[in-house]
C-alpha cells in the first residue's frame, strides 16, 4: 500500500497502450518482462508487469463507468467474481443491474495506485481515491472514500473487491441538498 506519498502514475490508458506492454485486442496484456524458470519475477519485470496490470485495470475501470460493458467484459478472466458492498456478481450486467438500484452513477477520482506482482504470476492491484455521483433522487454526492483491490492473472481481471463508504455517509438516502 501506498505510504502517502505521491508516486508518477504510470500513463493514461485509452485500452490501447502501457509502458512496456500492450493490452490486445482481446484484452489481455502483454509485457517485456522476464520470469525466471523458477518463477521468481525480476525487479524489472515486477515493474514492468506491475504498469501493465494498471493499465488494465484503469481501461476496465473507464469502460465500466461509461458503461461500455462489452470492452470491460474483454477484461474479465472467465468466471471473474466481482465483490461490492452489498453483493457478489459473476457477470458485469448483475453487478450494473444491482448498481441502478443504489444510485444514477458513480465515478471514482483515484489517488493512488499500487501493483504486487506475485511468484505465481498474479498481479495484485489496489487503487484508493474518492467517489462523486447522483443518487436515485438526483442530489449529487463527492468525496466518498473508496478502496479497489483487483487480482490479474495472465493480463485479466479474475476477482475485483470493492470497499467504499457510500452506505455509511448517507449520500445515497438523501433527498435534498
Partial sequence: M????????PPAVDGAATTDGAVTADGAVTADAAVTAD?????????????AAVAVVKAYLTASETRRLEEAQRLLAPGAELVFPGGRYRSLEEMVGAAAERYRWVKKTPKTWDAVPRP?????????????????FGIPFEDVRYID???????????????????VSGVLRRKSR
Fill in 120 to 136: 505465481d504470476g498474479t498481479v495484485v492491484v489496489v487503487t484508493t481515491g474518492t467517489l462523486y455521483g447522483e443518487n436515485l
Fill in 39 to 51: 518463477a521468481a519475477v525480476t525487479a524489472d519485470a515486477a515493474v514492468t508487469a506491475g504498469e
Fill in 149 to 167: 483491490r483487483f487480482e490479474l492473472i495472465d493480463g485479466k481481471i479474475r476477482r475485483q473487491q470493492v470497499w467504499n463508504d457510500l452506505d
Fill in 2 to 9: 501506498s505510504n502517502g506519498d505521491e508516486r508518477e502514475e
